[in-house]
């Protein structure tokens, strides 16, 4: 009997640290979707790393103009952004460069090698060493306004577009290049591999309004010939093809009807 | 002898010291001249990105020779814009690699019975 009795409370035990800690990934909060932390020389300067909430910029400019214009990587910490390029004027300081002016007012400037003790708050504003609860609160008042949507940060991005609600800029000054009207490949189908999942149909328009080609081409998807590469959903799952952005940032694969959108023959 | 000597080199000063600014300048001037080149040349090279589908197999190639051409010129940039337009270059270049390769494979599909 007392054999049994340790049996069941050594399966208890590990039943509840199974359950405490587990193996399943806490399902990322509608603020925190998106966000990335950049610490390649944070720490060596003294600082936090720098949080960055991509649901803010998105707003107010489409994908091409940071990872295409200005050249944020698709990683974090990819780019290995140093504070002498941001002074310069590059990546976050392309905007963040204390001149820019957003809805009348100016942007703070990103970063400088020299600073007062008034100037602490401005880097804290970036290099974040505590959740600041001012951000969470303009996230609830940015997404009182939105199109809402199950999943990711709650929005439906898209819709807002289309809707005029919000109005995310292609063209950064003396960042970005006059482009042209750009020469749009037609949407396909791909066949879902699952029986009874309906196939996908590929927007490319809805993709290049935001990206451009040489955002996704052929960094992400390689293949030259139609139908040459098969995806997975286990690659996809593990952030390769769609799931470099759909899982982070644009809307999560958990979205399936978002994609497999074509109806069951 | 002495005066008219001397004359003839305070008139000649003005020309020596403008050619020595010449001298000190221009490197200066053609590194700025350099720098304008390899800015238009990026511009030149990156806005036909856009319409990179409808390009010919002949302008891609001849936009690779280019890319290839510039990126020599964008590696003796300081490094802040070396990493910047060395990449935004990377992308622009690949994509019209991935045009090319995509054109010719059609073309060599057609060919094939």
């Given at each position: 009997m007392k054999r049994w009795m340790v049996i069941f409370v050594v399966l208890l035990a590990a039943g509840t640290a199974f359950a405490a800690g587990g193996v399943k990934k806490r399902r990322v909060l509608a603020n925190e979707y998106g966000r990335v932390v950049i610490g390649n020389y944070s720490a060596k300067a003294g600082l936090a790393p720098v949080t960055f909430d991509h649901w803010i910029h998105r707003s107010r400019f489409t994908c091409r103009v940071c990872h295409v214009d200005i050249g944020f990587g698709m990683k974090a910490n990819s780019t290995q952004i140093k504070a002498a390029d941001n002074m310069k004027g590059y990546y976050c300081g392309s905007c963040h460069n204390g001149r820019m002016v957003v809805d009348g007012r100016k942007l703070f400037a990103s970063c400088s090698d020299t600073f007062a003790k008034e100037d602490v708050k401005r880097c804290e504003k970036c290099h974040q060493s505590t959740p600041d609860p001012k951000r969470d609160e303009q996230f609830a008042a940015f997404v009182d306004k939105m199109p809402r949507e199950r999943f990711g940060n709650g929005v439906n991005w898209e819709l807002a577009e289309e809707r005029g609600i919000i109005k995310p800029s292609d063209h950064l000054e003396g960042v970005s290049l006059n482009r042209g009207k750009m020469v749009i490949q037609k949407d396909f189908s791909l066949e879902a591999k699952v029986a009874g999942m309906p196939d996908i149909i590929f927007s490319h328009k809805k993709h290049t309004v935001w990206n451009g080609c040489e955002f996704c081409h052929p960094e992400i998807f390689v293949g030259?010939?139609?139908?040459?590469t098969k995806y997975s959903m286990i690659e996809i799952f593990d952030g390769r093809y769609c799931g470099v952005c759909h899982g982070s940032v644009a809307f999560p694969l958990s979205d399936c009807q978002r994609c497999h959108t074509k109806s069951v023959q | 002898m002495i005066s008219s000597n001397s004359g003839g080199l305070r008139r000649l000063l003005p020309v020596g010291v403008l050619l020595l600014l010449v001298a000190v300048m221009a490197p200066g001037v053609a590194v700025s001249a350099d720098s304008a080149g390899w800015q238009e040349e990026f511009a030149d090279l990156s806005l036909p990105a856009a319409q990179a589908m409808d390009l010919p197999v002949g302008q891609l190639q001849s936009l690779l020779t280019r890319c290839e051409e510039l990126k020599v010129k964008i590696q003796l940039l300081d490094e802040t814009e070396r990493k910047v337009y060395g990449k935004r270059l990377q992308m622009t270049c690949d994509l019209y690699r991935f045009m090319l390769d995509s054109k010719l494979a059609a073309e060599e599909g057609k060919g094939q019975p």
């Open positions: 030259i010939r139609k139908g040459a | -």
